[in-house]
């Protein structure tokens, strides 16, 4: 059974809005355990402060070469992140991009999101409401027309 992340997203490091603008395919490392057909909910820090994609890995297993064709994903300064030190990567397809203001920071933790700071997994009650406004009166997403081009994040 897939399990459902939230990845938090510098800008300032990486600039994922403008990324998804050009290809729905992202390189991203992986802290954690996620793995293939894990749901990914990107939160995009100050000054958004809000999920803005919703996402589904494609591969938890990504080469050297598609790596270097994606140096964006490659963290520049050294982790001092206990489950960093193993530098591993996930390919990630972007599904949903979120209207601003569907999932801010004050809604999540009224679900009970705590600091995004780290990759981890949503917990059941963030879960049931995130899975409540995607299948409520959301407005039809934007979905990904893209599909192409290895580029991506962290």
């Known amino acids: 059974m897939a399990d459902n992340w939230i990845i938090p997203c510098n800008i300032k490091h990486f600039d994922v809005i403008t990324h998804f603008e050009h290809t729905s395919i992202a390189v ?3 802290s954690f355990s996620i793995r293939k057909d ?4 990107i939160y995009i820090g100050a000054p958004y402060s809000e999920i803005l994609y919703k996402c ?6 990504v080469d050297d070469i598609t790596l270097k ?3 964006y994903a490659i963290p520049q300064k050294e982790s001092h992140n206990f ?16 209207p601003r203001g569907t999932f801010t920071l004050d809604k999540l933790r009224e679900h009970g999101l705590g600091q ?8 059941r009650k ?11 009166a ?7 027309t893209h599909k192409g081009g290895d580029t991506d994040a962290d």
């Not at 894990?38 to 909910?41: A, K, R």
């Not at 959301?138 to 990904?144: C, G, K």
């Open 126 to 136: 963030l879960q049931i409401f995130i899975d409540e406004i995607n299948d409520s």
């Open 116 to 123: 995004v700071q780290i990759q981890a997994r949503t917990d």
């Open 56 to 61: 589904h890995v494609v591969s938890d297993a």
């Open 38 to 41: 894990d749901v990914v909910y």
């Open 28 to 30: 991203w490392k992986n």
């Open 138 to 144: 959301l407005p039809a997403p934007i979905t990904s």
């Open 69 to 71: 064709e994606n140096p």
């Open 83 to 98: 489950y960093s030190k193993k530098l591993k990567y996930i390919q990630i397809q972007m599904d949903i991009r979120y």
